[in-house]
């Protein structure tokens, strides 16, 4: 039940409260008390007693039971018990970076103790404590021993919320905690299921800073009570700016626990049962100390916005890649030589689709998207209102050509376009082989790069059809990149996962998806060189977009070339501390026909459409924070990188496009030159292209 | 017959010079004029007329031959000349990198026109002109592409050798032409047929900076006629710091090309024979106008010091991986519960080889190295002295116990010392089964990183026999590594090249390698995380050693413990540059007893052993251009890195290592942990171990 009913929301995903305690060796007392009284949906518990030493135990050779002083037996509780409300907290004294030798060998003895014991008893995660350090080199590497072989548990390193720009702190040198997480993952190789907790502290790092989380694998939002304040009533309550956090944690399914002490005059609670918040000493009965927090934590989720329908429809999609549409099948056969046209006079025919691999379901989906096929009848409207005037309305018949007409949702705008304008109008929607003179045409060729669905051939294919004076709908469309923290993308580029499923089972697809990632993704050339649409959700946008490639039709120049070129630089604000770059998300913005464009182009997205990334772009991090998002029909497209990229403020990010064309295919190369030069990714389209 | 015959010089590998020629349209006068006439092996030759441009030709569509204009028909030459006298060089206007699209545009057609035809005539290599600014990206992009599909023909890329400290050259803006070599090749993802070609020029960068080069694929250095002084006799020569380069360069096999005019007024050579040096206008009777810095470069050549004759025997064995000896196969056993004994009085008997795996011919070699024994015989004797007195030289006999015998050399070497001190012995050596008494040890199982063979563990295994006041030789060793660049090893870590090749296969295994390196490696991560047994040759070694591990014996100790962990930091010096870590070189260091040492370290490598590595630790750099190299029997052993590191000066490097014990195994982990940190290699010693 947790965090309570929240309107329109997901619910597949609850979203769950959970506390942490101290150690305590009645376990069924801890939970009961902690869930029946509490209303906690789960403990953060210590899994042995923390005076234990290994090496103090030597000592005792020959004399004495070896029974290790953990928690209970594993038949306290039931094995759902334990899988469901017991997250193990591994003893907070390791320290596998120390000098002191006899310290790191009984820390790293005691780790895969009590790794070794959680995982007995099924638990779905252990909390590792904070290396202690700057380094963190042994740590990791224990750890990632562990992550070899371990069943399917997560572990959750626990990292504070920590940036502080100008001094550094004592355990992390550069003042960012950012830079530990970084340093211990990369020694762990990105292992899908090493994860983050963070503890959120009284004051927070700046918003740009805080974005860069949403990219990585946060499983848990430690919150301290000292992070609260206190309102008018007694009550604890959040600052604006750490409420505007956890309700994005909340939209990326990040688990809250609760932590410390009561600090509030909490008028129903007496002071004597809220001193232990453990509960040891206190009867079930009485009411949990640390319940308000929890109220407030619900109060927050049930006052977010619910979501739009769209979003609800598209939550499925969300961070699940998709191969691109067509993605090897030639597209440009609906402009050979064998056309056949359908004509529609004023009436709507059904008729098959053009692109040959998708099914009706995915029509359904792109139909779905209103907002543009309004914005196509706008741009259709206003041609022919600019082609032929009023006093012609009647004599003057346009023709149009639909080119790519699927299941003629554009045949239907054009055809409402004429009605408004009270303009006649002679349809063509091309399946093979039209061959009428043609004077207007409008694309739904657009793939969520822009060209990236060989927009370009198509319509240079159909352009004989198009008279001199002739308009084509769009006009341009430019492609747009912007680079992106995203673990999850990166640790799901996986062969298994992406080549078998079509996105519209992913649905049902959860399920499996959870048993394809613990098959350790052999990262493969050809699908870290494979672009992916996909509708991004846990990413952390790093830089504003900058355009890639822009194509204009009609081209009626001679030596025109749809091959392309562009270096692009991206800066990251100095206040976000260094990022991961796993890759480029990309967008298009088309201008259909003068001032009406559709795109997904963060910053100019088409309004209603793309609300999710309407803020300016320079506050572009922050919106994330957001909670009523929408998304486009038109997903964005991830490039990935076969090597994340590690960027700092003030060194840019400097990023090489091609746009290359073969005589059989066409398809992208791309590379990173500064920082660190990158391999060339996709050579001679190896890995992905568009056949022709 | 290049640059004549060296004394005891390795026969296989010829020494050729070579000739950077203009465009001449004549190739077989051209061929005959620098060949018979001037001497040289190879002309460096222009393939198609300068004037060229692709842009230019589409003009005269239509109109006229599209034949392109190259260097003559394939038919003006025999295929062998081609391939063995003629280095395609790639025009020189190309600059793919070029803000003028129509130039950028051209330079693509026409490199990839040329490769084209190059590898048409089946030449072994092209020369590719040098980048023409700091990005070079578009350039890399290109050559990679056809690199995917290449035949078998190299391709140079020319980097002049450029350092600056201080300022900034027009195109290099760091002003170190390393850094744009660098960035190219991370471009082209370490392509084996990828190359260097070093323009050198009169003024030479640091030493250090130079030493860089020898781990990279250097193939050719060009050396321009502004680079050579005028001797006494109005003669070309070559300042001392280039005399030593270019030796360096030939101890290497790296082919020397001269380029430029005739700028010396070599009495012989008449002035207007002088000005052309292509021979376009020039009688090849007449002679070469060049060939006086040909001339001298034959004379440094020949004028090297011979090869001993170890480093003769070992040449085959130059840069090529060697699984590591006995890499899965238990050593322990030698000292299990079936030991079995050969006594041996005063006369020698041979006997089974203990670890099963060698061929008689691995003996031959181990046992080549003699002084290695006499180290031995040295610390027995010293030992034996030390034990007993003079007076009771007669009467008191020792027992010594030969763990690891081999053969039998150490038993031989035993004897001998024996004699000289006139002590008397009693030996065991130990096959299996010893049930003696043991008052003195000898041991033979070092590795190339001293406890890499399991010698701590036999060594504690067999220290039961040993009694309370016995002598453990060796008394202790220490292993040592250092960061080098190695591009060749790193390219070679190749399946099918390490899993089934046996070191004494080697030498008639390089046309095999060839073919091997033909299949591009697919790098896995088994090999790329295993230790090598390698006789370095082209590398650069980039700081002085660090010690790693130190075992010592016998230890008594009741808690002691096999596993180790160190953490080490490199720093590169500052004239040194940036420079890639492929990984690191891997030696050790044994004390036999008292001052009696023996290893590899090249700082204190035991004299006349492994005097290639005895100059200090500090200019170590300079000391790989010394051209008498002799090398240890024990070679090196060589740990990679899954993806190479670039280091700056002033940013250390710190590597952690790890001995992991397991209960059936003993394995090696090793990390990068700054200034970025890698994956930890060889989890739970995944890929490489040795069994217990």
Known sequence: MALGERGGWDKSESRYCGVETDFNDDMPHLLSFNLSSGGFDFVVASLMDPNYRPSLMEKDIGGGSHVLPFAGSDLVLSPSQWSSHVVGKISSWIDLDSEDEILRTDSETTLKQEISWASHLSLQACLLPSPKGASCANYARCVNQILQSLNNMQLWLRIPLVKNDDDTTDFIPSGDSWELWNSFRLLCEHHSQLSVALDVLSSLPSANSLGRWLGEPVRAAIIHTDSFLTNARGYPCLSRRHQKLITGFLNHSIQVVISGKLNHGVPSVSLDSALDHTGTNVESSQRHSLRPY???????????????????????????????????????????????????????????????????????????????????????????????????????????????????????????????????????????????????????????????????????????????????????????????????????????????????????????????????????????????????????????????????????????????????????????????????????????????????????????????????????????????????????????????????????????????????????????????????????????????
Chains 1, 2 share one sequence.
Request: charged content about 20%; proline content about 7%.
């Open 294 to 692: 929890l109220d407030y934590i619900a109060y927050l989720y049930q006052r977010m916005d619910p979501l739009p329908e769209q979003e609800r429809f598209e939550l499925s999609y969300r961070d699940f890649l998709q191969s691109p549409l067509q993605g090897h099948n030639p597209l440009f056969h609906i402009i050979s030589d064998e056309f056949c046209t359908i004509e529609f006079s004023n009436y709507y025919l059904s008729f098959q689709p053009l692109m040959d691999n998708l099914e009706a379901q995915t029509y359904e989906t792109f139909e779905k998207d209103s907002v543009k096929y309004i914005q196509y009848q706008r741009a259709i409207g206003n041609a022919l209102v600019d082609r032929v005037p009023d006093e012609e309305a009647s004599s003057l018949t346009t023709v149009l050509m639909v080119v790519g007409a699927g299941r003629g949702p554009l045949v239907r705008a054009s055809l409402q376009a004429a009605e408004e304008t009270g303009r006649k109008l002679k349809i063509y929607a091309v399946e093979k082989n039209p061959n009428a003179v043609v004077t207007l045409h409008v694309s739904e060729l657009l793939g969520s790069f822009g060209d990236n669905e060989l927009s370009p051939e198509c319509l240079d294919g159909a352009q004989r059809f198009l008279k001199q004076d002739g308009i084509s709908i769009p006009s341009s469309y430019t492609s747009f990149i912007q680079p992106v923290t995203a673990s999850k993308l990166h640790n799901d580029v996986i062969p298994c996962l992406c080549a078998q499923v079509s996105p519209l089972e992913a649905i049902s697809f959860s399920s499996k998806c959870a048993l394809a990632l613990q098959v350790k993704s052999h990262k493969d050339v050809v699908h870290f060189e494979t672009a992916y649409v996909v509708k991004v959700h846990s990413v952390a946008r790093l830089a504003p977009c900058e355009p890639v490639f822009t194509f204009t039709h009609p081209n009626f120049s001679t030596k025109k070339s749809n091959q392309r070129y562009k270096k692009l630089r991206f800066e990251i604000p100095s206040d976000t501390g260094s990022a991961m770059v796993h890759g480029f998300a990309g967008y298009f913005d088309a201008m259909l026909y003068k001032d009406v464009h559709l795109g997904i182009e963060p910053s100019t997205a088409t309004p209603n459409m793309f609300s999710c990334c309407a803020s300016s772009s320079v506050c572009f991090v922050e919106s994330y924070f957001d909670t009523g998002l929408q998304i486009p029909a038109w997903f964005a497209i991830f490039f990935p990188l076969r090597t994340p990229v590690c960027i700092r403020p003030g060194s840019p990010l400097e990023v090489h496009f091609w746009r290359c064309c073969g005589s059989t295919k066409v398809w992208y190369e791309w590379c990173v030159a500064s920082p660190n030069p990158s391999p060339v990714h996709n050579s001679n389209g190896r890995s992905y292209w568009v056949g022709l």
